[in-house]
């Protein structure tokens, strides 16, 4: 490569020939539209939630070449900035990826030539259990969030096969949600968790092509969990595994995940291994007829053994009755509504369930 | 039990506790008069997780390829770690630390203990010295670099299809005295010379200033020249046939998948540049050879 100097050893006093054209250069990159934000910012209120450093929007592709380029440059590869020649571009009118790889190569270069005394190691064994949930929640929504800006570069760019650019982003996506969900199954409290998950379902429904019920159609209705004491139960004590007291003498306590759709209440019940969707005054359109369950996240992840094998297409065995009930198996599972880690997991799977007229 | 990207990758679930354990010990350790700040630990360790997961590693499996980071020991991942929570811990105190405005002020910041505060040790930028830290540097490095010229030529090139936008551009490239430029575009590919009257100059400009950033920041361009220049470092004449020679496997080294190797041909068959039919072998005539050096070699 035709070096005119060394990497390392940028501009110096030299008179350049080509500094007017370098200007040039700086000005065409620069961005015109406003670079993904930078969020977190000065508040004190450690109860705020930890906001996101980029969006879904950020420069994902280049993002990910930061740290090979940062080893290229630390060991002088002579075709370094050939090679990386697109990124350096972009580099060159995004801030907020040039200040990310100057991150990332400044923490690369003390990894691979240390200056000082090596850091301690960590030590022991922690528990996702003894995280705090606040983080836990970041976490979540962090996963959720590169999830989707991996979809969007997938559906936006035309992507060139090769070793930088993966071709399974979908696949990738799925990974991210999965992780996401399991983690978010670790926060107890029901409000944090919804929180952490709330773009859960928007995104995983981009990546499965899910198409939303629409609100008036009734032959269709979608059911998420109702929050804690939103429903109103007759004859026996529904229970939430996170709210687990005693049962009162003489009650039945059965373990449900109670579903809610506008004014209709559902739930989901447990049998043994089996997991059931019961139903109750549905739409006069839907009685007398089969109806297709589809539980959106549930091909994520696979403690459920689906009946139809089928999240998306679970078809009721018995009409929907008269009365507008139904009971629908939707499949088996080990997990158990009383065990409140599963609980947590089990609503979680759980967060949109759509009933369609079959 | 010792932490790697390989845990982070293939076992977040189990990892992530060690990781948010371990960003906590040291955002506490260089956050310094923050350290009790719960906020601002939380910030720094976010920083940290959000990049890990940005980067395609947390939770990634084999879904991403793998990085640099994959190829560090234990014990520099966690130097890794530990100095992405320093940048970022020094960032925040940089940013909480008030404003000194009276001389008062200054005296009493200078006269206190100040032993444990972590931008003490932060004498250089904490950006330290990254090539590249400045997009004058880039820039610099991108006019200077024949190749990478090279690409700019490229794009500025692939504005052949829109005239007046393209004509804006040698206006503006006359206009900043790039002229060794502009006379390798207007002499190799008998581009027009640049007229002075355009109402709409301005427009075309902007124009042409959105296709050139579009392209110049395309894997694709970069393929096109990386290709070219290999083709004619690689490619062999044959005393029997007068023809250069190579293979796509051959233009591959190092760095390249095959596939990026076809990417670029094709570019370059579709730029007239080559005849080629996705075979394994190329085959270039000399003229075809010196079309090629004069476009990517040669200004």
Redesign the interface.
């Known amino acids: 490569?035709?070096?005119?100097?060394d990497?390392?050893g940028?501009?110096d006093a030299q008179p350049?020939q080509?500094?007017?054209?370098?200007?040039?250069?700086?000005?065409?990159?620069q961005q015109?539209d406003a670079a993904p934000s930078s969020l977190?910012?000065?508040?004190?209120?450690?109860e705020?939630l930890?906001d996101?450093?980029?969006d879904s929007q950020?420069h994902?592709r280049?993002?990910?070449q930061?740290?090979?380029f940062?080893?290229a440059?630390l060991n002088n590869e002579p075709?370094a900035?050939?090679?990386y020649?697109?990124l350096?571009?972009?580099?060159?009118?995004c801030d907020v990826c040039?200040?990310?790889?100057?991150?990332?190569?400044?923490?690369?270069?003390?990894?691979?030539r240390?200056s000082g005394p090596?850091?301690?190691?960590?030590?022991?064994?922690?528990?996702?259990n003894?995280?705090p949930p606040?983080?836990l929640n970041?976490?979540c929504r962090?996963?959720i969030s590169?999830a989707e800006?991996v979809l969007l570069q997938e559906r936006h760019e035309h992507v060139?096969?090769?070793?930088?650019?993966?071709q399974?982003k979908e696949?990738?996506a799925r990974?991210?949600l999965r992780?996401a969900l399991?983690?978010g199954a670790h926060i107890i409290q029901q409000n944090v968790r919804r929180q952490a998950l709330q773009d859960l379902v928007r995104v995983a429904s981009i990546a499965e092509g899910w198409q939303p019920v629409q609100p008036n159609d009734p032959e269709a209705r979608s059911y998420t969990p109702a929050l804690a004491g939103t429903t109103k139960t007759r004859g026996k004590v529904f229970r939430r595994a996170d709210m687990l007291q005693p049962p009162q003498h003489g009650a039945q306590a059965t373990f449900t995940i109670p579903l809610q759709s506008h004014n209709l209440n559902g739930t989901i019940v447990q049998h043994g291994n089996q997991l059931e969707l019961h139903l109750k005054d549905l739409d006069v359109a839907m009685r007398g007829h089969h109806v297709r369950v589809s539980v959106l996240l549930g091909s994520l992840i696979e403690p459920v053994r689906w009946y139809g094998r089928d999240p998306h297409a679970i078809l009721s065995p018995t009409p929907v009755a008269d009365d507008g009930s139904l009971i629908i198996p939707l499949g088996e599972t080990d997990l158990q509504l009383s065990n409140s880690e599963d609980y947590q997991l089990l609503e979680t799977l759980f967060m949109l369930v759509d009933v369609r007229k079959a | 039990m010792p932490l790697t990207a390989y845990d982070l990758r293939y076992h977040a679930e189990q990892s992530y506790p060690l990781l948010y354990a371990y960003l906590h010990r040291n955002a506490q350790r260089f956050l310094g008069a923050l350290k009790y700040d719960a906020f601002e630990v939380d910030l720094v360790i976010g920083h940290v997780v959000e990049q890990l997961v940005r980067l395609g590693l947390l939770g990634c499996g084999d879904t991403t390829p793998p990085t640099a980071l994959d190829r560090l020991s234990d014990a520099q991942f966690y130097a890794f770690l530990s100095h992405s929570v320093r940048n970022k811990a020094i960032d925040r105190l940089r940013k909480r630390r008030p404003p000194i405005s009276t001389s008062a002020e200054l005296e009493t910041s200078e006269g206190a203990d100040n032993d444990e505060d972590p931008l003490n040790e932060a004498i250089e930028s904490i950006w330290g010295t990254a090539p590249f830290s400045t997009p004058e540097e880039i820039t610099l490095h991108l006019a200077q670099q024949q190749e990478l010229r090279a690409i700019l030529k490229h794009c500025i090139l692939a504005l052949r299809s829109a005239p007046h936008q393209l004509q804006a551009l040698l206006q503006e490239l006359r206009a900043l005295g790039a002229d060794d430029l502009l006379q390798s575009l207007l002499s190799e590919y008998q581009l027009p010379l640049p007229t002075e009257a355009d109402p709409h100059q301005s427009q075309h400009k902007d124009h042409a200033h959105k296709k050139l950033r579009h392209c110049l920041q395309q894997r694709s361009s970069n393929l096109s020249v990386l290709i070219a220049l290999r083709l004619t470092e690689y490619g062999k004449l044959s005393g029997e046939t007068q023809e250069y020679s190579t293979t796509v496997q051959a233009l591959a080294q190092p760095n390249l998948s095959p596939e990026a190797v076809r990417a670029g041909l094709q570019a370059l068959v579709a730029e007239g540049l080559l005849t080629w039919h996705g075979e394994e072998h190329i085959t270039l005539t000399t003229a075809q050879m010196k079309q090629l050096s004069r476009y990517y070699r040669q200004e």
């Not at chain 1, 490569?1 to 100097?5: H, I």
């Not at chain 1, 040039?98 to 691979?112: G, N, P, V």
């Not at chain 1, 060139?160 to 993966?166: E, G, H, Q, T, V």
Request: hydrophobic share 40%.
């Open positions: 490569m035709n070096e005119e100097r990497i390392e940028m501009p350049n080509y500094a007017r054209l370098a200007h040039w250069i700086q000005q065409v990159m015109p977190a910012t000065t508040q004190d209120n450690a705020e930890l996101l450093q980029f950020y994902l280049y993002y990910q930061l740290p090979n940062a080893l440059l075709q900035t050939l090679h020649a697109a350096l571009y972009h580099l060159a009118g040039r200040h990310a790889y100057i991150d990332i190569y400044s923490s690369l270069k003390e990894a691979l240390p090596r850091p301690f190691l960590g030590q022991g064994t922690r528990t996702l003894a995280t606040r983080m970041h976490l962090t996963l590169q800006a060139i096969p090769s070793d930088w650019d993966n399974n696949e990738e990974v991210l992780l399991r983690m």
